[in-house]
């Protein structure tokens, strides 16, 4: 693959664009001020809720891709897919610990099998199958194949995380911006905006680390063909 990161001007200004967008919420959170019941520990809302956001976008993302590869059977879109898989796994884990931070002063304990922490626990278990199975199968359109099933049945992850807390009351608090009937943002308003920056900036850091790991797949795509070529041309000449 004869690409260049480097001259890639598209994934240059989509991470300049990153960056600025991610000093500015930083800038925010810092100023916003302290929450009369929980003090500095609200600013904690301004990474976990978007972390949170970046795992549903990403989780979703492989769904999709994996239903065009299974339509156009292109592989770009198979890559699009397992980029988007391990950046859900990845913002999962952080909106964990994130969550873990804040629970410990809170709730006065660090995990509890609430609805919303046991099914955000298990999508750990379902995308990390997901890629397990990736490695497991060495031929590359039937490990697409596969993986393209297994991406669309996990992204019902994403409702039934979001809607745990209602469906299944617990010590989880009810969602932070309702989406379903009235739209409704729970928490002060003045937050409003610091969490809008913060989410729009994690947005643009999931389409910049798309794009890069997606680039990354291509090339061991390739590097995997190459090394095939030469086992297949190894072969034919001992039996030649």
Wanted: proline share 2%; aromatic share 12%; glycine share 10%.
């Amino acid at each position: 693959m004869g690409f260049d990161m480097r001259q890639d001007q598209v994934t240059t200004g989509l991470g300049a664009a990153t960056l600025l967008a991610l000093g500015a919420a930083v800038a925010l959170g810092l100023s916003a001020p302290q929450d009369i019941n929980q003090g500095s520990l609200v600013r904690l809302m301004f990474v976990h809720v978007p972390t949170a956001w970046l795992s549903y976008l990403a989780y979703g993302g492989t769904g999709l891709f994996g239903l065009l590869y299974l339509i156009t059977r292109q592989r770009r879109f198979d890559r699009l897919a397992l980029s988007s898989a391990e950046i859900g796994v990845l913002f999962t884990v952080a909106t964990i610990v994130g969550g873990m931070l804040w629970a410990k002063p809170t709730w006065g304990v660090y995990w509890v099998w609430d609805a919303r922490l046991t099914t955000t626990a298990l999508s750990l278990v379902v995308y990390g199958g997901y890629l397990l199975i990736r490695s497991l199968i060495d031929d590359p359109e039937r490990r697409a194949r596969v993986a393209a099933v297994v991406g669309l049945v996990g992204t019902l992850y994403v409702p039934i995380n979001y809607m745990a807390v209602e469906w299944w009351r617990g010590v989880h608090q009810t969602q932070t911006l309702k989406l379903l009937g009235k739209i409704r943002f729970d928490a002060a308003p003045v937050y409003g905006w610091v969490l809008l920056a913060a989410t729009v900036a994690f947005t643009l850091l999931y389409f910049y680390l798309l794009r890069v790991r997606a680039i990354l797949a291509a090339r061991e795509e390739a590097r995997e063909e190459r090394e095939l070529m030469a086992d297949l041309n190894v072969g034919e000449a001992v039996r030649g």
